[in-house]
C-alpha cells in the first residue's frame, strides 16, 4: 500500500464525513440560533453551484489517483479537495437557513451570533459618512473574530435584519 492510496483514501472518507455532517450542522446551527424571526430567501443556483464543487473536488481526487505526480503535489490536490468539500458542506447546510433570528443572523455561509457583536462601527458613524459605504453590507465588530462583514441581498433586506437585531438586543443599538 503507497501513500498516494493512503492520501485518496483518506480524501474520500473524510470528504464522506464532511457531507454526512450537515443535517448535524442544521441542527447545532438552529439549536444556537433559536427561533428565526425574519427570512432571507436562498439566492438562485446555491444548490447547484455547491453540488459542482463537490463534483469538482471527487474529480480532483480522482485525478491526483489517476496521473503520477510527487508526494507533495498529491498531498496538495487532497487537501485542496477536502478544503472545497468543506466549503461546499457549509454552503449546503446554511443555504436554507438565511435570515434574522432569535439569538443570530446567517447570511450565506456566516453566522453571527448576537452575543459576538461587540459594536456596529459604520452604524457610529454620522449620517453623512455612512453614505460612503455600501447599504447592504453590514460590518460587525466581534468579541473573538475581529471584523465581519454580512452582505445582503438589498438595503432593505438589511435594514429589516437590523431592526430584529436591535429589538433582540437594544443594547446594540448605536447611540448617535
Known amino acids: 500500500m503507497d501513500l498516494v492510496f493512503i492520501f485518496i483514501a483518506a480524501s474520500y ?29 436562498a439566492r438562485k443556483m446555491t444548490f447547484v453551484k455547491a453540488a459542482f464543487i463537490v463534483f469538482l473536488c471527487a474529480l480532483i481526487i480522482y485525478v491526483t489517483n489517476s496521473r503520477l505526480f510527487s508526494i507533495f503535489v498529491d498531498a496538495a490536490f487532497c487537501g485542496t479537495a477536502v478544503l472545497g468539500i468543506e466549503f461546499a458542506a457549509r454552503q449546503f447546510a446554511l443555504m436554507t437557513m438565511g435570515g434574522a433570528w432569535q439569538n443570530a443572523v446567517i447570511v450565506d455561509t456566516e453566522t453571527l451570533l448576537y452575543d459576538e457583536i461587540e459594536v456596529f462601527p459604520v452604524l457610529q458613524l454620522p449620517p453623512d459618512e455612512q453614505k460612503n459605504y455600501s447599504a447592504n453590507v453590514l460590518i460587525a465588530q466581534t468579541k473573538k473574530r475581529g471584523s465581519v462583514q454580512l452582505i445582503f ?3 432593505e433586506t438589511c435594514r429589516k435584519v437590523l431592526e430584529v437585531i436591535f429589538t433582540q438586543r437594544p443594547e446594540l443599538k448605536p447611540q448617535v
Open 153 to 155: 441581498p438589498d438595503k
Open 13 to 41: 472518507a473524510l470528504s464522506l464525513i464532511l457531507l454526512l455532517s450537515i443535517p448535524l450542522r442544521r441542527r447545532a446551527v438552529a439549536l444556537r440560533a433559536g427561533d428565526r424571526l425574519f427570512a432571507i430567501p
